[in-house]
T-cell receptor, first 107, second 121 residues
């Protein structure tokens, strides 16, 4: 299985900050990387697919980059509704695997 | 708008079989792949497996010996059975639609709200 490792596991930031979350794959996965946002008691919500493509309806302050083994999700200016947990997921090979998540908290 | 809804018992006894159904509306199940994903409390999601309308399936090797996913195209539903459950199977179970890109990649673009299944006697 491809192991996905996210860092940091938690992050404190303020409204208006620019933040970058990192996801690393245990082997090259090309650009087969997706990002999800999850709020408490809700299902994950797709933000970014194929490493850098913004899902329809996702705010443009979210952007993704990377290829191979190293990927980032950037939020250009944090809004109050962005405080949540973020997961990366690879679809390069089965089984699909998710990272353990980065919890973004209000400072 | 695509909508997915999980249904089934919220409590299952150890060694018994967990059974859930996902009802799909706003889209035909005769397109896309449809997956089950679970998330233990406080942990990341875990992909269980998928099914195509033709009945073609693939499962997570860690669960393959205990999992069966089936589809009922006449009802626009697909189902999950997980046998011989233990407390480690306690989780929120989600159904989700997979959309493809690059031909072989995919993402989960629509999810059900999730249902908590607790394994306990």
């Amino acid at each position: 299985d491809v192991q996905m490792t996210q860092s940091p596991s938690s992050l404190s930031a303020s409204v208006g900050d620019r933040v970058t979350l990192t996801c690393r794959a245990s082997q090259s996965i090309s650009r087969y990387l997706n990002w999800y946002q999850q709020k408490p008691g809700k299902a994950p919500n797709l933000l970014i697919y194929a490493a850098s493509s913004l899902q329809s309806g996702a705010p443009s302050r979210f952007s993704g980059s990377g290829s191979g083994t190293d990927f980032t999700l950037t939020i250009s200016s944090l809004q109050p509704e962005d405080f949540a947990t973020y997961y990366c997921q690879q679809s390069y090979s089965l089984p699909n695997t998710f990272g353990q998540g980065t919890k973004l908290e209000i400072k | 708008q695509v909508h997915l809804q999980e249904s089934g018992p919220g409590l299952v006894k150890p060694s018994e079989t967990l059974s859930l159904t996902c009802s799909v509306s706003g889209d035909s199940i005769n397109t896309y792949y449809w997956s089950w994903i679970r998330q233990p409390p406080g942990k990341g999601p875990e992909w269980i497996g998928y099914i195509f309308f033709s009945g073609s399936t693939d499962y997570n090797p860690s669960l393959r010996s205990r999992v069966t996913i089936s589809v009922d195209t006449s009802k626009n539903q697909f189902s999950l059975k997980l046998s011989s459950v233990t407390a480690a199977d306690t989780a929120v179970y989600y159904c989700a639609r997979e959309s493809s890109y690059f031909g072989t990649g995919s993402s989960f673009d629509y999810w059900g709200q999730g249902t908590l299944v607790t394994v306990s006697s």
